[in-house]
């Protein structure tokens, strides 16, 4: 969770973008309406493409985190995906998840973490994860076990 002073920056910083953006796109409609649609729908476009995926897969993984299963997992692979968000690495997981009612599964999970973090997340690591039983392959990790 962030603390409370984390997150009320955090939606000044939205709202103030929101309005810069607006305001950005309200001149250039005004000064060249064609031109000026053109390019704000071609920013929207972009900006949805690259943000919207990674807005989404943390909004499903805070709702895992909150209702989905709990199950003993096993990280069994770790890779780099290449991507970087704020400087900090995106890494790609497949995670054996073993639930106790059910047979085990196995599951990919993409996740940033803080690069100070990068010893925790080893190949044999176990770990906590909450799943969703409709949708065996959308997974979250709660904890890591020693």
Known sequence: MKPQGQ???MYIGIIIGGLGFLLGAGVAIIAAPIPGTIFTAI???IFGLTFGRLYL???TRNRLLRTGRR???KIIEVWDTGVTINN???IGMIIEVKPDTEMPFKAEVKQVISRLQTFY???GKNCIVRYDQNDKSTVAIESLND
Request: charged share 15%; aromatic share 12%; glycine share 6%.
């Open 43 to 45: 920013f929207i476009i």
């Open 71 to 73: 199950a003993r997992g």
């Open 7 to 9: 997150a009320i920056v």
């Open 57 to 59: 897969r943390n909004r």
């Open 121 to 123: 997340y080893q190949v």
């Open 88 to 90: 900090q690495p995106q």
